[in-house]
């Protein structure tokens, strides 16, 4: 049952990927945030609450839990992008001109957490305040 609803989780994830966001992201290849892990320290599985791990993968970055709620790692890009976004919206001069190293300082000082579902978009971040 557990796999069921899991699976179900992932393909819902994946429509939503699918259908809304693409063409939506600047995709740059280069782009400042292909270093460092803005996130690191901050990610939480939202099943379990473990700590996801930074990672990478055949050049990718990603995060990933050792819990069962993830079929995958989460992709980093797409999760720092959203998390990027949420801080922008109210805020946009706050991450402007934001190097990788100061994202990663600027999240740790609004955030508590970020907690993680099935895929990236699936996130809801504990602000501090
Ligand atoms: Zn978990």
Redesign the pocket.
Known sequence: MAVDVRSENMRDCARRAASGRSGERPGQPGSPLSGAFTLEGLLR??????SLQPVRMLGHRAYR?P????LTAVDADDLEQLVLEAVAAPAPRLVADAAPEELGRIFRRLFVAVRVGGCAQDLSIVWRL
């Open positions: 599985c939202r099943g379990c609450g473990a839990g819990c069962g709620w993830r």
